[in-house]
């Protein structure tokens, strides 16, 4: 799963509110025509566990995982 379409489609085919949705930030966000925000007021409902992850992309568009001495603050 990798989109909204995808996440719908699943969610119409699984309406059991017992179904939940790991939602990595991360994952998502590596592709550019994901609006996180957006995915999360729509889906926020069947979000039962929210992983922020920290990416970024470099100059070309290619999706990284940050793994430096950098400091998130919540």
Request: proline content about 1%; some cysteine; overall charge positive.
């Amino acid at each position: 799963m990798s989109t909204a379409a995808h996440i719908e489609a699943l969610i119409n085919n699984v309406p059991s509110k017992n179904a939940g949705l790991c939602f990595c930030t991360g994952s998502y966000s590596a592709r550019k025509d994901n609006d996180l925000l957006d995915m999360v007021k729509r889906f926020g409902d069947r979000i039962y566990f929210l992983h922020l992850r920290s990416t970024e992309r470099d100059e070309e568009g290619n999706f990284l995982k940050l793994i430096t001495s950098k400091v998130m603050a919540i």
